[in-house]
């Protein structure tokens, strides 16, 4: 990719040797390049075995915020779990309640973290008022796969969950040990 940068960055510079002021949608088109190609490598980085470095990575995803959609989403499906954690929690935060979908398979994936990070994502983007929605997706997850949603729906959003068991009382208390 950097060789695409290097192309766009030449032909602005022959443009600005031959007197031509480059117009502004060639000036647009190369800061999307490069905030494309940053964005990348920052996903690519959630690749780091330093927590904390993913963790200050994340935040940076969360402020990027939209253009950084792209490159989490893929990053959902990335062979390492500690990356698909951290981009299940920067797209929750970023997508908000349109995360619900994306993340409802990651509720079934191999590793724990990426689950608890799935269900905590789906519980803030929850809405009371999403009630029939969340049942309907629920539906077909065993309570395994549910744990790390109730949970937090238990400790952040009473409300939501009460409904939630009074419609399922099979994920109730003794589904939370």
Not at 44 to 70: D, F, K
Not at 111 to 133: F, H, P, Q
Request: glycine share 6%; aromatic share 4%; with cysteine.
């Amino acid at each position: 990719m950097a060789s695409v940068s290097d192309e766009v960055l030449q032909a602005l510079e022959d443009l600005r040797s031959r007197g031509a002021e480059p117009r502004r949608s060639a000036h647009a088109f190369l800061v999307d390049i490069e905030a494309n190609e940053a964005i990348e490598a920052i996903v690519e980085s959630l690749g780091s075995t330093s927590w904390a470095y993913r963790i200050r990575l994340v935040a940076v995803l969360i402020e990027i915020g939209a253009p950084a959609l792209p490159a989490l989403e893929s990053a959902v499906a990335h062979g390492v779990w500690y990356v698909r954690a951290a981009a299940v929690e920067a797209l929750s935060q970023i997508r908000g309640a349109l995360v619900f979908e994306l993340l409802l398979p990651l509720l079934r994936d191999r590793s724990i973290e990426v689950r608890k990070a799935a269900g905590r994502g789906m519980a803030r983007a929850c809405e009371t008022n999403d009630l029939e929605v969340i049942m309907d997706s629920l539906r077909p997850l065993g309570r395994e796969h549910l744990l790390p949603f109730l949970r937090v729906l238990r400790d952040e959003k009473e409300e939501l969950y009460a409904q939630i068991l009074s419609l399922r009382p099979e994920l109730g208390p003794g589904a939370m040990r």
